[in-house]
C-alpha cells in the first residue's frame, strides 16, 4: 500500500515556509532528493525518518500518517462501508474489509466492536455456507470481542459480554458462556420501566407515553423470541399441538402489533408442514411473504406506536434479508413444488438477489 509520505513532508513544509532547498540542507540531502519524495518517485530512507520528522516539528508517526485511533466519525464511516461492501460484492469481500481495518487499527476498540459483530447479518449472502466454515467465523469474532473485554472500556462492556454469550453458546463453548453470564450485572429493575411514572407525575405527558411505546417496541420482540424457543422445543420432542400453538400465539402477537420482522410466521409454516397441513402452511406462508414484501419501520399509524420516530433501519436489506432466508431454509423443501409456494417465491427472488436456489447451491 502507497504511502502518503511525500504528502505529509510538503504540507508540513510549507507550514514552516520552508524551501526544498532548507529542508534538504536541515537533514544533509539535496534539494532533488527532498523533491522526489514529496512527488512520490522514491521515500526517505528510514534512518532519514526522524531528522524530519524534528526538521518538520512533528513525529514519525505522523509522518508516516500513522493512525492510532479513530473519531467516533471514522468507525461510523468504516462500519458504512463494511456494511455496503457486504451487500453489494458479498460475504467475503466484506469480511475481508472488516478484518483489514481492525489490522490497520489494532487499537482501536470502538472500531472492533463496530466491525466484529457485522458479518452475522450478511451470512445468508455467502453461497453454501457450511457448518464448520460458519464455527471459524463465530470462533474469530469471539477472540475480537475478548479483545474488546480486554479494552476495559466501560461504554462497550456490557454488550460486548452478551454478544459473546451468543458466540460462546453457539460455539458450545459453554463454560466461557456461563461465566461470562455470571459476571454481568443483576438488573433488579430497568429504570425505562419506572421514569414513565415520574414524567407523568412532572407533568411530562408526551415524554411518559413515548418512553411506555418504546418499552413495548423493545420487549415485544424479546416476547417473540421467546415464544420461538418454546416452539422449538416443541418441535423437537414431537409436541405438535403445543408448537402449533405456540406459533399461533406469536403470530397473532406480531399481527397485533404490525411487527413482521421476527420468527413467528417461519414457525407456524414449518409445524403445519411438518404436520402435513401443507395447504394451511401455504396460507401462511402466502401472508408472511406479502408481509416481507410490505416490511415497514414506519409506526405512525398504529396507537401502540405512534410517538415513536421511523426506526433507523434499511427495510430493503431486511426484506432482503428475509427473503434469501426462505431461499435458503431446507425446512421449507416439502413445499417447493406446490403451485402457492412457487408464485410467492418468484416475488421473493426479485428481491434477494438469487435467482434459484439450484443455482446458489451450484455456486
Not at 62 to 70: G, I, P, R, V
Not at 199 to 214: P, S, V
Request: hydrophobic share 40%; charged share 25%; net charge negative.
Amino acid at each position: 500500500m502507497p504511502l502518503p509520505i511525500g504528502g505529509t513532508i510538503m504540507a508540513k513544509r510549507k507550514e514552516k515556509s520552508w524551501t526544498q532547498e532548507q529542508l534538504a540542507h536541515a537533514v544533509g540531502v539535496s534539494a532533488a532528493a527532498v523533491s522526489k519524495w514529496e512527488t512520490g518517485a522514491t521515500y526517505p530512507d528510514i534512518t532519514l525518518l526522524s531528522p524530519i520528522a524534528r526538521a518538520l516539528h512533528t513525529t514519525v508517526d505522523e509522518l508516516l500518517s500513522y493512525q492510532n485511533e479513530l473519531s467516533a466519525e471514522d468507525v461510523g464511516e468504516l462500519a458504512k462501508k463494511a456494511a455496503s461492501i457486504y451487500e453489494s460484492k458479498g460475504f467475503d469481500a466484506g469480511w475481508e474489509f472488516c478484518q483489514k481495518q481492525m489490522r490497520e487499527y489494532p487499537n482501536s476498540i470502538p472500531l472492533k466492536f463496530q466491525l466484529g459483530n457485522l458479518f452475522q447479518s450478511f451470512m445468508l449472502l455467502k453461497p453454501g455456507l457450511g457448518k464448520q466454515e460458519m464455527l471459524a467465523y463465530y470462533r474469530r469474532a469471539a477472540d475480537i470481542y475478548e479483545e474488546v473485554l480486554s479494552g476495559g472500556n466501560p461504554n462497550y462492556n456490557y454488550i460486548a459480554t452478551v454478544i459473546l454469550i451468543g458466540y460462546y453458546a453457539m460455539l458450545q463453548e459453554l463454560d466461557r458462556a456461563e461465566e461470562l453470564l455470571e459476571g454481568l450485572p443483576k438488573a433488579k429493575v430497568d429504570p425505562d420501566f419506572l421514569f414513565p411514572s415520574i414524567y407523568a407525575l412532572r407533568g411530562k405527558n408526551d415524554e411518559a407515553m413515548k418512553l411506555t411505546q418504546e418499552n413495548i417496541r423493545r420487549y415485544v420482540p424479546r416476547i417473540s423470541q421467546s415464544l420461538s424457543v418454546l416452539c422449538a422445543y416443541s418441535r423437537e420432542y414431537g409436541e405438535w399441538e403445543d408448537a402449533c400453538a405456540i406459533a399461533g400465539i406469536n403470530c397473532e402477537m406480531e399481527k397485533l402489533f404490525d411487527i413482521y420482522d421476527g420468527l413467528a410466521y417461519p414457525d407456524m409454516i414449518k409445524v403445519l408442514a411438518s404436520k402435513g397441513e401443507v395447504q394451511k402452511a401455504l396460507d401462511v406462508f402466502e401472508v408472511y411473504v406479502q408481509n416481507i414484501l410490505e416490511l415497514s419501520y414506519d409506526y405512525s399509524g398504529h396507537p401502540v406506536f405512534n410517538r415513536l420516530d421511523p426506526e433507523p433501519k434499511d427495510p430493503s436489506y431486511i426484506r432482503k434479508v428475509l427473503a434469501q432466508s426462505i431461499l435458503m431454509d431446507q425446512e421449507y423443501a416439502i413445499l417447493k413444488e406446490e403451485p402457492r409456494y412457487i408464485r410467492a417465491v418468484a416475488k421473493l427472488r426479485k428481491i434477494s438477489g438469487i435467482i434459484s436456489v439450484e443455482r446458489l447451491a451450484q455456486s
